[in-house]
């Protein structure tokens, strides 16, 4: 399971080398760095560290947004991360935020067009489940979801927790990678717990949030989770393909089919009427 680690994030603020010895302790495969630290981001690109970038995104400046997470891609950043928070001053709750969310994508992907650009939000049903920025973000140019899942946080059991805030494995069609809560000193039993839960689940991915407030027996507990496995189940079958793609393909057929009609040469042609099983003449 691919692991990341929240980092100096305004609040917690420790030297490099610390969140380095850290996130060594806990075996992550990368970072995600609160923007705004170019020292701090040099530091952990010359130890060899990959690294995304997150802001806390204001809706009503969207393009401003994007530019400050495309800027730090310029700097080294392998991913971005725009955190959509509605309840928090984001104004992603306000009328708009669907227009806003569209801004902060296209502008995003236009300096950046393969750039793994991921959405953090509060997705349980009272906040951002399901809501028009959501939807209008899953609809194209963002590559996941990292939806935050704090059972001591929400007062909730770990199981309960999940329940009410990650939809699954995937989530209007993308990759759902949840945060788990790693702040408030949750224990370690509590960290192998939410881990075996996202496995459970699905989660191919995790993050955990912040490194820095962690204690070492939750960071070695981290690192522990990569080695284990869950007992095997029975997946649920799912299609190859689904409709949409289905007939997509047979548009592309019928207009290569109309081409070679039009254009072709007597070679395509005849190669056209053996595959629809006809002699030609």
Known sequence: MQTTAWCHNGYHNLPPNEVIRRARLARTDALIIKYGDPAFERAITAAGIPWGVERFTYAAQAARE??????????GASFAVANCEPNDGGGWSDPGADNAIRTLIDAFRARHPR?????????????????????????????????????????????????????????????????LQTYDNPGPAHITQQIAEARTRGATSISIYVIETATEAELKAVATSKTITSA???????????????????????????????????????????LFGARSR
């Open 232 to 274: 095997p189940s029975t997946p649920t079958p799912q299609p190859l393909v689904d409709s949409a793609m289905l007939q997509a393909t047979r548009h592309a057929y019928l207009r290569g089919a109309i081409a070679i009609l039009d254009h072709g040469t007597p070679s395509e042609l005849r190669a056209l009427a053996d």
């Open 66 to 75: 994007a530019d400050m997470l495309a800027d730090a891609v310029d700097a």
């Open 115 to 179: 750039t793994p650009l991921h959405i953090c939000a509060d997705l349980r049903r009272a906040r951002s489940l399901d809501t028009p920025f959501v939807r209008e973000a899953a609809r194209d140019g963002i590559d996941g979801w990292m939806p935050m899942v704090y059972p001591k946080a929400f007062g909730q059991s770990v199981p309960r927790a999940f329940d009410a805030a990650y939809p699954g494995a995937t989530y209007l069609n993308l990759p759902c990678a949840p945060v």
